[in-house]
């Protein structure tokens, strides 16, 4: 946390222009006390949606789906006595650059940089490499044993068609759920189950799978592989509600995911224009900056 004398502190070392992006609801406060400390100094970008008050702020960035509750649909499941609590209450105005989906430091130079670093480890596996990354379930896309029993015998049936599978869990998923996955894959040949212990391999997977396989709760494990261009398949969406549901909505208009079924052939991928919102919003920030008569030195 920053107390107010930090703030002065930033003030009193500034020698000129300074832009400040702040990240997640535990920095809104910190970042529009500097702006109202020093207003004409600074820039400051605030990215996810603070909620209210969007003058705090000279730019914020916030996915599609933080809106859904003033879509349509998002208006039909809100009861009406709720909906004026229910934010953000207004439309996206000039303040506010949207996105498909999280922000990520997976665009392609660090995902070059990942395929040398990781070229030993990936090069000589058999191709294609499907990769499947497991979350846990979250109040808007719940599941358990019942999603890793589908997703086990979706992967028998698709095992086949790969080279190589390379399985990796979050800290969010539960034992229940990785303990299935374990007791089916963990002593099977094409299979490799990463148990944490190890580098985490994460960027490797990015840069040197061939398609994916995503859980339905991760908005940014699924929008970094959408930005990698290549297949990404889906398990669990149909157990998303709210804005999860309109997030992969989205994502399968945009061709960029289908659901796993267990009938794909690995080997036969597709295309679709990657995921680019990161470079996107400093697009829009670098332009931001230059109708202030600002410019950012590399």
Not at 270 to 298: F, H, K, M, Q
Request: aromatic share 8%; glycine share 6%.
């Amino acid at each position: 946390m920053v107390l107010i004398p930090d703030y002065l502190e930033i003030i009193s070392i500034l020698n000129g222009p300074l832009l400040v992006v702040a990240s997640g609801r535990d920095t809104i406060s910190v970042a529009s006390s500097i702006k109202q400390l020093t207003p004409h100094n600074v820039f400051v970008v605030q990215i996810q949606h603070p909620r209210s008050r969007l003058d705090r702020f000279d730019l914020v960035i916030a996915p599609q789906h933080d809106y859904y509750p003033l879509m349509p649909e998002g208006k039909k499941q809100i009861p009406w006595f709720l909906q004026r609590w229910i934010t953000p209450c207004d439309p996206p105005d000039k303040h506010v650059v949207l996105t498909v989906g999280a922000l990520h430091e997976a665009d392609s130079a660090a995902l070059q940089v990942a395929a040398q670093v990781w070229h030993d480890e990936f090069a000589s596996l058999p191709k294609p490499l499907l990769v499947v990354n497991i979350g846990g379930p979250t109040n808007h896309c719940q599941y358990g044993t019942d999603l890793a029993r589908q997703l086990t015998a979706a992967l028998q049936d698709v095992l086949w068609s790969c080279g190589s599978v390379r399985i990796s869990f979050s800290r969010r998923t539960p034992r229940k759920v990785s303990d299935i996955l374990m007791k089916e894959f963990s002593n099977h040949p094409k299979v490799h189950i990463w148990d944490g212990t190890d580098p985490n391999p994460h960027m490797g997977h990015l840069a040197w799978a061939d398609a994916f396989v995503i859980t339905a709760d991760s908005i940014s494990m699924l929008s970094e592989a959408c930005s990698t261009g290549k297949p990404v398949y889906v398990i669990g969406s149909e157990q998303c509600t709210w804005k999860f549901a309109h997030f992969h909505k989205s994502l399968r208009e945009r061709g960029a995911v289908r659901p796993f079924t267990g009938k794909e052939d690995v080997s036969e991928g597709w295309s679709y224009p990657p995921l680019n919102d990161t470079a996107e919003a400093a697009s829009r920030v670098i332009e931001a900056l230059a109708d202030r008569g600002w410019i950012l030195l590399p």
